[in-house]
């Protein structure tokens, strides 16, 4: 009786961990990256689409500015503009470790501007998300 209340005590403890792993789906993939998109974070409004993204990368990344930095893993909130097919992004975390575990090496977040937007390139990494996004209903 006592190991059948540990287990069903561990699988309850378990499930929120599996409900938050469950709102990441993956979006896309690139030579250098994995994508996954929060599901529940997509929030449309007129033309623009605002999403959370995960990124995993392949290989260690360094910040440009600061070499000396680190990181495998990032967060980014992107919002997208559909109908002038332009973007930016509004957060950017990167962290020390895979699957954002670590230390948060560097965070900039930008105003929501219609001047900061900037085109989408093609078969760019914003012509993925952008891509993405606007086709989601």
Sequence with gaps: MKALVCALLSSAL?????AQSSRW???MTSAN???SVDRRSIKRTGPKVVAWFAVEYREVQTIDFDPNKT???SLWRVSVHCRDESLLTLHMTHYASL????????TA???DKPEWYEPVLPDS????IKDGLCTTK
Excluded: D, M
Excluded at 125 to 128: K, Y
């Design 71 to 73: 990181y495998w893993s």
């Design 25 to 27: 789906e993956h979006f």
């Design 14 to 18: 378990a499930l929120p961990a599996l």
């Design 99 to 106: 699957e954002r575990q670590g230390k948060q090496v560097f």
């Design 33 to 35: 990256a994995f994508y």
């Design 125 to 128: 990494i914003g012509e993925g």
């Design 109 to 111: 977040t930008n105003q």
